[in-house]
């Protein structure tokens, strides 16, 4: 009774009711601009909640996380740049939808799946906490470098026909983000003597450039400059298109628990594992995967909001970040004078209820706002071409800039774009090249961290692939994806 009675603090007092509310509308509309990450407004918003109660700071942060991580489809669905890189797989099918004048039915039924990912993943934080835990914590180096392998072969899987196009755009990425400090000696690689290359490439800068202005130059080369009237007519989806998809929602909202609970997976490589399944599983999609399929809406969006509820497992339980919005809330915790981890449970249960029933709350102010303002969302798509292609560079330009308010990064940001322009017009995806740099460090760090653990003997590290059962089953899933993917393996399976 006394665990029931926290889990609805924040819904009868009407303050942090408020603040909730607040915290879910302003993350829809942060995460729906590129540049301004749903990690940025959580810093910042910590700064403001020194003072606060503590009760009152999480049941903001709840709310914008939550309508942070939706928010990222609409600008992925409307103009196809993702506001964040867990929406690039929403924006697949979500900009064809778009494109067929469906912008409107697309983000209803975003919304709805969304939601319905997030109590999901709200219910195994609840429910399975110890057991998530548990399994995260069988993760080691070698079993993240294999997870990040495994990401990175999904990525060609799921650009087209062409395995090696796919793996070559994935490795591209990954080779860019090496650029910068090493993570482990400090020292400079490849930048070629250049300062400002020292730090890196942002890879917020290069998502907008491969996806806004590459985006703008290709409709400037096609003379696409008809806008699209949206059908914005009927947007709450109907109960059958969204009871048909209900199935494939739970085993992608599965997807993106367990994933989510895996420190520093997050719920990006959530959605490109749920993308992957519903295209592999799929057998009648509504349209062609890539084309506008429903399925690749749904797949994605309830992966990536049920990874939210697996983040809060490691770092409630284990004190450990799922992803990178958790090390910051870790960090608010920690200045309001509680330590996340086991004793957490012990010493402060009304805690863990609090969140929960916070989350809870969240969610469904997530499904009333995220189902209000679409028909104005819509009109940016009918804006006219003359007007809109200008101001979709300007705003590209205001999200690269916003990111470290550094000019060097509006460059990378028109270079990538340019590059991202050209690499479409020889039928490569740009979608693999931001998902390789977000998997390139994990990659790297994790197999030097597994060869430091063997003793740098490669006999041992090799050995221990077969001879660790996680380890063992990952790199299975890694042969599979490959030889599912060959051209001998497609004859003999169509024969």
Same mark, same amino acid.
């Given at each position: 009774?006394?665990?029931? &009675?926290?889990?609805?603090?924040?819904?009868?007092?009407?303050?942090?009711?408020?603040?909730?509310?607040? &915290?879910?509308?302003?993350?829809?509309?942060?995460?729906?601009?590129?540049?301004?990450?749903? @990690?940025?407004?959580?810093?910042?918003?910590?700064?403001?909640?020194?003072?606060?109660?503590?009760?009152?700071?999480?049941?903001?942060?709840?709310?914008?996380?939550?309508?942070?991580?939706?928010?990222?489809?609409?600008?992925?669905?409307?103009?196809?740049?993702?506001?964040?890189?867990?929406?690039?797989?929403?924006?697949?099918?979500?900009?064809?939808?778009?494109?067929?004048?469906?912008?409107?039915?697309?983000?209803?039924?975003?919304?709805?799946?969304?939601?319905?990912?997030?109590?999901?993943?709200?219910?195994?934080?609840?429910?399975?906490?110890?057991?998530?835990?548990?399994?995260?914590?069988?993760?080691?180096?070698?079993?993240?470098?294999?997870?990040?392998?495994?990401?990175?072969?999904?990525? &060609? !899987?799921? !650009?087209?026909?062409?395995l090696a196009k796919g793996i070559f755009s994935g490795a591209l990425g990954a080779l860019i983000a090496c650029v910068g400090l090493d993570p482990m000696t400090g020292e400079n690689r490849l930048t070629f003597g250049s300062m400002q290359l020292s730090a890196g490439?942002?890879?917020?800068?290069?998502?907008?450039?491969?996806? &806004?202005?590459?985006?703008?130059?290709?409709?400037?080369?096609?003379?696409?400059?008809?806008?699209?009237?949206?059908?914005? !007519?009927?947007?709450?989806?109907?109960?059958?298109?969204?009871?048909?998809?209900?199935?494939?929602?739970?085993?992608?909202?599965?997807?993106?628990?367990?994933?989510?609970?895996?420190?520093?997976?997050?719920?990006?490589?959530?959605?490109?594992?749920?993308?992957?399944?519903? +295209?592999? @599983?799929? +057998?009648?999609?509504?349209?062609?995967?890539?084309?506008?399929?429903?399925?690749?809406?749904?797949?994605?969006?309830?992966?990536?909001?049920?990874?939210?509820?697996?983040?809060?497992?490691?770092?409630?339980?284990?004190?450990?970040?799922?992803?990178?919005? @958790?090390?910051?809330?870790?960090?608010?915790?920690?200045?309001?004078?509680?330590?996340?981890?086991?004793?957490?449970?012990?010493?402060?249960?009304?805690?863990?209820?609090?969140?929960?029933?916070?989350?809870?709350?969240?969610?469904?102010?997530?499904?009333?706002?995220?189902?209000?303002?679409?028909?104005?969302?819509?009109?940016?798509?009918?804006?006219?071409?003359?007007?809109?292609?200008?101001?979709?560079?300007?705003?590209?330009?205001?999200?690269?800039?916003?990111?470290?308010?550094?000019?060097?990064?509006?460059?990378?940001?028109?270079?990538?774009?340019?590059?991202?322009?050209?690499? +479409?017009?020889?039928?490569?995806?740009?979608?693999?090249?931001?998902?390789?740099?977000?998997?390139?460090?994990?990659?790297?760090? !994790?197999?030097?961290?597994?060869?430091?653990?063997?003793?740098?003997?490669?006999?041992?590290?090799?050995?221990?692939?077969?001879? @660790?059962?996680?380890?063992?089953?990952?790199?299975?899933?890694?042969?599979?994806?490959?030889?599912?993917?060959?051209?001998?393996? +497609?004859?003999?399976?169509?024969?």
């Amino acid at each position: 009774m006394e665990a029931i &009675g926290y889990f609805f603090m924040s819904w009868l007092d009407v303050k942090m009711l408020l603040l909730t509310a607040l &915290g879910t509308f302003a993350g829809i509309y942060i995460g729906a601009i590129p540049g301004l990450s749903v @990690t940025m407004a959580v810093s910042i918003l910590i700064s403001f909640t020194f003072k606060w109660d503590v009760n009152h700071a999480l049941a903001l942060i709840s709310g914008i996380y939550l309508g942070g991580v939706y928010g990222g489809s609409r600008s992925a669905i409307l103009l196809n740049i993702p506001g964040a890189p867990s929406a690039i797989a929403t924006g697949m099918d979500g900009y064809p939808l778009a494109k067929r004048g469906e912008a409107g039915q697309a983000i209803g039924l975003t919304t709805v799946i969304s939601v319905y990912g997030g109590f999901i993943g709200i219910l195994a934080l609840a429910v399975a906490a110890p057991l998530v835990s548990d399994l995260a914590l069988m993760f080691g180096p070698r079993d993240y470098m294999l997870l990040a392998i495994w990401g990175l072969l999904l990525v &060609g !899987s799921l !650009s087209g026909e062409s395995l090696a196009k796919g793996i070559f755009s994935g490795a591209l990425g990954a080779l860019i983000a090496c650029v910068g400090l090493d993570p482990m000696t400090g020292e400079n690689r490849l930048t070629f003597g250049s300062m400002q290359l020292s730090a890196g490439i942002a890879y917020v800068a290069a998502m907008i450039g491969f996806f &806004g202005v590459s985006e703008v130059i290709a409709q400037i080369h096609e003379l696409k400059l008809t806008a699209i009237k949206q059908n914005v !007519s009927k947007i709450i989806p109907s109960w059958s298109l969204v009871r048909k998809h209900l199935g494939l929602a739970t085993r992608t909202s599965s997807i993106g628990v367990v994933v989510g609970a895996l420190p520093g997976a997050g719920g990006d490589i959530a959605a490109l594992m749920a993308y992957d399944h519903a +295209k592999r @599983t799929v +057998k009648n999609p509504s349209r062609p995967f890539g084309e506008g399929a429903y399925e690749g809406l749904v797949a994605p969006e309830s992966a990536n909001n049920a990874a939210v509820g697996g983040a809060y497992v490691p770092m409630l339980t284990l004190g450990i970040p799922g992803d990178a919005v @958790t090390a910051v809330i870790i960090g608010a915790l920690y200045i309001h004078g509680l330590k996340p981890g086991p004793m957490l449970m012990i010493e402060t249960p009304h805690l863990f209820w609090f969140i929960v029933g916070s989350l809870v709350l969240a969610n469904l102010f997530l499904l009333v706002f995220g189902l209000t303002g679409i028909k104005i969302f819509a009109k940016i798509v009918e804006t006219p071409k003359p007007v809109l292609l200008p101001l979709i560079l300007v705003l590209s330009a205001v999200g690269a800039y916003a990111i470290n308010n550094n000019p060097v990064d509006v460059y990378w940001m028109l270079g990538f774009g340019l590059l991202g322009y050209f690499l +479409k017009m020889y039928g490569f995806q740009v979608g693999p090249v931001i998902l390789g740099m977000i998997l390139g460090p994990i990659m790297d760090r !994790s197999y030097r961290q597994a060869m430091l653990s063997s003793g740098e003997d490669l006999g041992v590290f090799v050995s221990e692939f077969f001879t @660790t059962p996680l380890s063992a089953i990952l790199l299975a899933c890694v042969v599979l994806t490959v030889v599912s993917q060959a051209d001998w393996w +497609k004859r003999l399976r169509n024969r």
